[in-house]
């Protein structure tokens, strides 16, 4: 019988900086912890790129976009595109960050939550509110999730077919 490559799990944020990777890492520590669980840059029908997407044991759908530079954070006008497939979406920063532009009505604090994560934990320092997707979306997404994670692991299983997830 031939000897199976080593399988290595799919890492996010690669071509990101260390500190997006660890913010990552904490975040998928926190959603683990509430019975939620994360896939990292998931592409969206709308053409976005999600950091993250997670979904819980009642089905809801939260998405949190990582920043680690005031800059990108700044620089960031699409976010809004988001809120259409999750119910509920969060902000994550390193440790340090400045949290003033979360607070601005440009960052519609009433529409999201605020984590701050290193990599070994997460915390919340806003809820993000609940805004349940349409049924139709919500199967939609939920699908869409779960294809992507099996793809994934196929891929770790099989690297000739991990293109394809």
């Known amino acids: 019988m031939a000897s199976s490559p080593s399988l290595q ?3 996010c944020f690669t071509d990101a900086p260390p500190v997006a990777q660890d ?12 019975d939620s669980f994360a896939l990292c840059e998931v592409p969206l029908p709308n053409g ?5 997407m997670a979904i819980d044991s009642d089905g809801l759908i939260t998405i949190v976009e990582i920043k680690v530079s005031r800059a990108d954070l700044m620089g960031d006008c ?24 979360f607070a601005t009505a440009g960052f519609h604090p009433e529409l999201c939550g605020l984590l701050v994560a290193d990599r070994y934990e997460a915390a919340v320092l806003r809820e993000a509110p609940l805004r349940k997707l349409p049924p139709a979306r919500r199967k ?3 699908l869409r999730f779960a294809r ?3 793809r994934r692991l196929v891929g770790d299983l099989d690297p000739s077919l991990a293109g394809f997830a």
């Open 78 to 101: 699409k976010w809004l595109e988001y809120l259409g497939y999750c119910d509920r979406f969060f902000w994550a920063v390193p440790e340090g960050f400045d949290l003033a532009p």
């Open 23 to 34: 913010v990552a890492r904490g975040v998928t520590r926190l959603l683990f912890h509430r």
């Open 140 to 142: 939609a997404e939920t």
């Open 148 to 150: 992507r994670a099996a």
């Open 48 to 52: 976005r790129r999600a950091d993250m």
């Open 9 to 11: 799990p799919q890492l």
